[in-house]
């Protein structure tokens, strides 16, 4: 008998915009083991924690597996169908404008093309826009009104190659981790390689900072602003390059002006010294590389800022040349493929321009389409408003949950749930969007998709299949074209394989393109499918009969996409209002954790990533906790004018008095009241379109509990009869967080409802009543299926012990009854808060570790490997030697 080998396949990581090259493995078992690729340009074989646990999250547990029509079970003859003929319906009765689209930077470019080409096309609308917009927008338009198009100027080498990196409401080391250990391990060779932070929070990314600026929210304008005066009045200047590349430096350099170092100090919340040094650094430096992300684009002033940094770098010259440059981090896999290919709202395909005549009849003629959108659609916080009052009747939503993104949630919620006819292509049967569709389309996932994504460096990578599709799920490229035959445009979409339109969006790219537009794939535009198949990761532009080249960048020589070929400085005085109040007086930030992604349908698969931060939190400076009488781990109620959330108090001085941060992942599906996006008014960039995400005014109390739990369960709970509750997966099965605002009169009603129900299991019962106390452990067998801990303050039992039980065996009484006290016996051991999620090492064995002589990061991964594979991990493992030696100095 033939022995099946296992199989590796090249494909690339779903996550962030870093776009970083997996090997995969399928072994011959079945069994799925994933590694960083050592020849892809992005990582060169780094993954961080979120890559590295990808096999865990590809399970089958929550797919949808079926289409769905009005909750039941249908064929996707059926499915396709109704939504084609309610789309055109809603077409005929009411215009193209009373339908849109809202789709996802998780899509693949060839999902996104088709889709756009079929929105603005063919049924003749803009209304189609991406979660993208929530996350780049104000970088795209940035980028358009300077360079003339959406172009990112630079390459990750320069990075590597700068003398000083910028980091500006970025949080590279969690939000982009491979990026942060090119740069540290550049800045580990170049000890003389300087790294300024520019962010509101300490966030661990300041761990390897020669300067942190905590920023004002907002700030950013004045900031940079001052820089500009500053890089004049220093002599700074590319005389040469402003006269020669650039219009408008006089008018960006009037309003630079307008503040003196006084005022710069005020609206930035910096102290004068601070802001010298920064200003004397970046102007004594050549290559400087300013590295910038979501604390810069979700703003209202977003665009602004982005034009501040860039005419920073325009009146340098310091811009496309290597280990110089402004540069943009993309926040998902695919964003930058979602904007080549017209993604947005208002763009057309190929970096061309709705609002440009000659772009539209070029896209129509190519299309061949019998009509082109002449107008921008609706851009994401719009058009859920016109879904919310009825000018928008059919949407269809893919590969996304606008429902917990969204700023301004309870109203996107409440719109969805009103609209006639919704759809969604989705991965997942349960998400808090999903369960509003009247069609349900199961969409592949990754490890099953094939396609292409663009990263943050312009660099194209093919996401090809590894694993079979399961139940009756379909590429979402197929999902559209079916759709579209089905309304009457089956010639233009004759697509029978992603390679083919891989292919027509390269020959669109070059079509009637004599180097005046960015972006051109078109040596791939007669590609075929074994082509396609082998394509290597390549950067672009790619024009046809051009040597590919390793790096390419752009505008060191001028060259611009504007009409004269040069860029604009874009004068800018705005800065965002205030907007605290007596009411709310504090400032809410969110953003992401380091083992968590979006809204956790991948990432809350995998038990390690959720071990790190398995709740909800608010992080808050200790004085503004102590204002306001709120403990560290106590539960606290943020509320803001559109609503309120609860979640756990975090305490640290990394958080800038006055500011609070929250993460964006928890949903309904995750925790009782943790959905972040409901506290966000709906106030957007006026330019981008982009929502202020990371300013919002709130008040902050603590919530007041009459009694605490907490679980761990084999099986994920139903349903939680709690005021407060969040789960977590964790070895073994879940871990559950409680807390209920009322006495509770049947304490072992609630354990029933908690507990899993199983026949013959043996249930052991503790009950301390002067202490309020009750504790519940169930078994069958020898095993442990579910233990409950309850008691009037909160639950002191070891956690990360108690989940470990779940994976034990318990065959005498003695461990039996060491789990209903939740402590371990003699000679057991409690790991602590999971600090490495790569390997499951705890905050109490790194101080173990550091007691036993561990005084630096790398001996802690010599000793228990802790920071050895993704980095993520490092700076809290540093944080935790530092403790450690002030106390001991003490």
Not at 61 to 89: C, K, N, Q, Y
Not at 676 to 701: F, M, Y
Request: glycine fraction near 8%; aromatic fraction near 8%; hydrophobic fraction near 45%.
């Amino acid at each position: 008998m033939e022995e099946t080998v296992p199989t590796i396949t090249k494909t690339t990581c779903p996550y962030c915009g870093v776009g970083c090259g997996i090997l995969a493995t399928v072994g011959a078992d079945g069994t799925l083991a994933v590694r960083g690729d050592p020849d892809h340009p992005a990582n060169f074989g780094r993954l961080c924690s979120k890559g590295s646990a990808l096999a865990e999250t590809v399970d089958l547990e929550g797919r949808l597996l079926f289409p769905e029509i009005d909750g039941r079970r249908a064929g996707w003859d059926e499915a396709l169908d109704r939504v084609a003929e309610t789309f055109s319906r809603t077409i005929a009765e009411h215009g193209p404008d009373s339908v849109a689209f809202y789709v996802s930077g998780q899509l693949l470019n060839e999902d996104y093309y088709v889709v756009n080409k079929l929105m603005k096309g063919f049924i003749g609308t803009a209304n189609i826009d991406t979660n993208s917009r929530l996350c780049m927008a104000s970088s795209v338009a940035g980028h358009r009104r300077a360079f003339g198009a959406d172009t990112v100027p630079g390459s990750y080498r320069d990075l590597e190659l700068a003398d000083l990196v910028v980091l500006v409401g970025s949080n590279l080391a969690w939000c982009h981790p491979v990026l942060y250990q090119r740069l540290a391990a550049a800045k580990a060779e170049r000890p003389e390689m300087k790294v300024i932070v520019v962010d509101p929070r300490r966030t661990m990314t300041a761990d390897i900072a020669d300067q942190h600026l905590a920023i004002a929210p907002d700030g950013d304008v004045a900031l940079f602003n001052g820089l500009l005066a500053h890089l004049a009045e220093a002599g700074a200047l590319d005389e040469n390059y402003i006269a020669e590349h650039t219009t408008g430096f006089a008018e960006a350099l009037a309003a630079a002006w307008r503040l003196d170092m006084d005022g710069i100090a005020a609206e930035t919340g910096l102290d004068r010294a601070s802001i010298a040094e920064f200003y004397r650094l970046f102007a004594a430096t050549e290559k400087v590389v300013t590295v910038y992300s979501q604390g810069v684009n979700q703003s209202s002033v977003g665009t602004d800022k982005v034009s501040a940094i860039i005419n920073c770098h325009l009146a340098t010259g310091r811009i496309g040349r290597p280990g110089m440059g402004p540069f943009s981090v993309t926040g998902q896999p695919n964003a930058m493929g979602g904007r080549e290919v017209g993604g947005l709202a208002n763009m057309l395909a190929a970096h061309m321009d709705i609002d440009n005549a000659a772009d539209r009849e070029r896209v129509q003629r190519f299309w061949r389409a019998p009509v082109i959108t002449s107008a921008p659609g609706l851009k994401a916080v719009d058009m859920f408003r016109a879904v919310a009052d009825g000018r928008i009747k059919a949407l269809w939503i893919m590969a996304t949950n606008p429902v917990d993104s969204m700023p301004d949630g309870d109203m996107v919620e409440t719109a969805i749930r009103a609209c006639p006819f919704v759809v969604v292509s989705d991965v997942v049967g349960e998400t808090d969007t999903v369960r509003h569709a009247h069609v349900k389309l199961p969409a592949a996932a990754w490890g099953e998709k094939d396609g292409t994504v663009t990263n943050s460096e312009r660099r194209m990578s093919r996401q090809r299949p590894f694993l079979p599709r399961p139940g009756e799920a379909k590429p979402d490229w197929w999902i559209v074209t079916e759709v579209a035959r089905r309304m009457g445009f089956a010639e233009a979409f004759p697509y029978a394989s992603p390679a083919e339109i891989f292919a027509e969006h390269a020959a669109l790219s070059a079509f009637e393109n004599h180097g005046t537009r960015d972006f051109d794939i078109g040596a791939h535009a007669g590609i075929d499918a074994a082509g396609f198949d082998a394509l290597a990761p390549f950067q672009w532009p790619a024009r046809a009969g051009e040597t590919p080249a390793d790096d390419i960048r752009f505008f060191a020589e001028g060259g611009f996409f504007t009409p004269d070929r040069k860029a604009r400085l874009v004068p800018v005085t705005t800065m965002a209002p205030a907007r605290t109040s007596e009411g709310f007086p504090l400032v809410l930030n969110t953003g992401r954790v380091r083992d968590q992604w979006h809204t956790m349908t991948r990432t809350g698969k995998s038990q390690r990533l959720s071990q790190h931060l398995a709740e909800p939190f608010v992080e808050i400076h200790p004085a503004d906790a102590a204002t306001y009488g709120i403990a560290d781990a106590d539960l606290v109620r943020v509320t803001s004018a559109r609503g309120a959330i609860v979640v756990r108090a975090l305490l640290t001085s990394r958080q800038r008095e006055g500011s609070i941060f929250v993460p964006m992942h928890w949903t309904d599906q995750f925790a009782a009241d943790g959905r972040v996006d409901r506290l966000v008014p709906p106030i957007i960039d006026s330019t981008s379109g982009q929502p202020a995400l990371k300013h919002v005014a709130v008040r902050i109390a603590r919530f007041t509990a009459a009694a605490y739990g907490f679980a761990v369960l084999t099986g994920k709970p139903k349903r939680i009869a709690a005021d407060y509750w969040a789960i977590a997966r964790c070895e073994g099965g879940w871990r559950v967080e409680l807390a209920f605002a009322n006495a509770v009169a049947d304490w072992p009603a609630v354990a029933d409802a908690i507990l899993p129900g199983v026949p013959d299991a043996d249930t052991l019962s503790f009950q301390d009543a002067v202490a309020a106390r009750r504790r519940f452990a169930r078994f069958v067998g020898e095993r442990l299926i579910g233990a409950l801990y309850l008691a009037a303050e909160p639950v002191a039992v070891p956690r990360d012990w108690v989940v470990e039980q779940l994976s034990q065996a318990h065959a005498d009484q003695r461990a039996r009854l060491a789990v209903l006290a939740g402590r371990p016996g003699k000679g057991g051991e409690d790991k602590g808060a999971i600090v490495c999620s790569c390997f499951g090492v705890g905050v109490r064995q790194i101080a173990g570790a550091v007691v036993a002589g561990c005084h630096t990061v790398e001996a802690v991964g010599d000793a228990l490997l802790a920071g050895t594979n993704c980095g993520s991990c490092r700076a809290e493992i540093r944080s935790i030697i530092h403790a450690h030696r002030l106390q001991a100095a003490e």
